[in-house]
């Protein structure tokens, strides 16, 4: 055989050798794309894995819903009766507000049980903590933690034209400050059990004016690092009911107008709270006007300097109980019972006022106080204090309930005094 013919046959296999290799490769892409690609066999392997772990949780989760549903005569999950019924399994129970939360350890999935028995799976969220959102043109303004098209990245919807809000997915943002505010015309949130509060450092006016939403649950919110809750409720006048029993407060600085014209209020339990930090309760419940009973538990005012308006405007309020109250560093108490008109009882604890430089009109509009809340008021005072110091004129009792008084210790130097000074 000729060199040219030898050259020539050489040349035809090294390109079929060559052609041969592409193939493969070609051939070995498109099984590597099928083993690992987003449809491939290993990720639909993988699917199918969790469709099979979820559902039999989720028929575990079912079965001991009705088990521990039986053990209630109202047919109400109750947490004791829960652990019971899933005393075999590996998971975590929590109490989150009314709701029982059950972890599985092994796949971390979450799932959210109502007292009436619903199930609801909490899906796994991002670290991140961008929020993209999307206004619809009907009002609905839309809440993710990952971007698609349309959604712009924020952290603050102040608009009348929001209406409604739907969380799409669990969002988890560093701060919960002025979220919503302003959103006068908001009127409902879903999903709001997406919101994970964990991170935040502050809810300053986060709900602030949202005069139209009538139905907030706040039950499930993580508030351990949340140093301020300043105006974080006020403006809701529509809302009657706040279940704040899984509040967290210990690193709370600042409490200043947080439910302020919370008007249709009419019960707070803050008995759950741990004040000791904060430091301003100022304006808290003023302008409550339905509000007629507050239990503050063992509330700590230990370090609280400002009490000015603090129940200003409570107009339904006939009795209150503020025997924890601890008012050594307290510098401002004026109009602190100002136009608590049905006022009759306050249960003072040991209410020293030493330090205490403004008592203007702490008791102004106070028609109803009785006899004996005014003998406490004497008695709240610093040892050695005369009944003439010029400070006590500026409480302003009104005059009429004065001069009916007369089983008032001092009596007489109670009205030389001129307490009633402004009326």
């Not at 949780?57 to 088990?67: F, G, L, N, T």
């Not at 140093?227 to 006020?234: G, H, K, V, Y």
């Not at 009973?293 to 309020?317: A, H, P, Q």
Request: net charge neutral; proline share 1%; with cysteine.
């Amino acid at each position: 055989m000729d060199r040219h013919k030898i050259k020539q046959t050489s040349g035809i296999t090294l390109i079929a050798l060559v052609v041969t290799v592409i193939i493969l490769l070609i051939l070995a892409g498109i099984s590597i794309d099928m083993l690992n690609g987003d449809n491939g066999i290993i990720k639909n392997a993988s699917k199918a894995k969790n469709n099979v772990e979820n559902s039999e949780e989720k028929e575990i989760i079912d079965i001991a819903v009705i088990q521990a549903s039986q053990k209630n005569k109202y047919g109400e999950i109750e947490e004791n009766n829960l652990k019971d019924a899933l005393k075999k399994e590996d998971v975590s129970i929590k109490k989150s507000g009314k709701n029982i939360d059950v972890t599985f350890n092994k796949s971390l999935n979450k799932y959210k049980i109502k007292p009436n028995g619903e199930i609801k799976k909490i899906e796994e969220f991002s670290e991140s903590t961008k929020i993209y959102a999307k206004l619809e043109t009907d009002g609905t303004l839309k809440l993710r933690a990952t971007k698609l098209e349309g959604y712009e990245e924020g952290t603050q919807w102040n608009s009348p034209d929001i209406l409604k809000v739907i969380i799409e997915e669990p969002i988890s943002p560093k701060t919960c400050s002025q979220m919503f505010m302003s959103c006068t015309n908001l009127e409902s949130i879903e999903n709001i059990e997406y919101l994970h509060t964990e991170n935040s450092r502050s809810m300053y006016y986060m709900f602030y004016n949202c005069s139209k939403l009538s139905n907030l649950d706040v039950s499930n919110f993580d508030t351990k690092n949340v140093q301020s809750m300043q105006c974080l409720f006020a403006g809701c006048n529509s809302i009657d009911f706040l279940d704040l029993s899984n509040f967290n407060t210990e690193k709370v600085t600042n409490m200043f107008r947080m439910f302020d014209s919370c008007k249709n209020i009419i019960k707070l339990d803050l008995s759950g709270f741990n004040t000791r930090n904060v430091t301003n309760i100022g304006w808290m419940f003023l302008a409550c006007h339905n509000l007629s009973d507050i239990n503050f538990g063992k509330m700590d005012t230990s370090s609280v300097v400002e009490f000015r308006y603090m129940f200003g405007g409570c107009r339904s309020l006939k009795s209150i109980n503020i025997s924890c109250f601890n008012m050594e560093k307290a510098k401002s108490i004026s109009m602190m019972f100002n136009g608590c008109i049905n006022l009759e009882n306050i249960q003072f604890g040991e209410f020293n006022i030493c330090n205490v430089t403004d008592t203007n009109a702490m008791f102004r509009s106070c028609s109803k106080l009785s006899d004996e809340t005014l003998n406490d008021v004497l008695n709240l005072l610093p040892k050695g204090t005369k009944i003439e110091d010029k400070t006590l004129k500026k409480l302003e009792i009104p005059k009429a309930l004065v001069n009916k008084c007369t089983t008032l210790s001092n009596y007489d130097s109670f009205l030389e005094a001129g307490w009633t000074t402004g009326y």
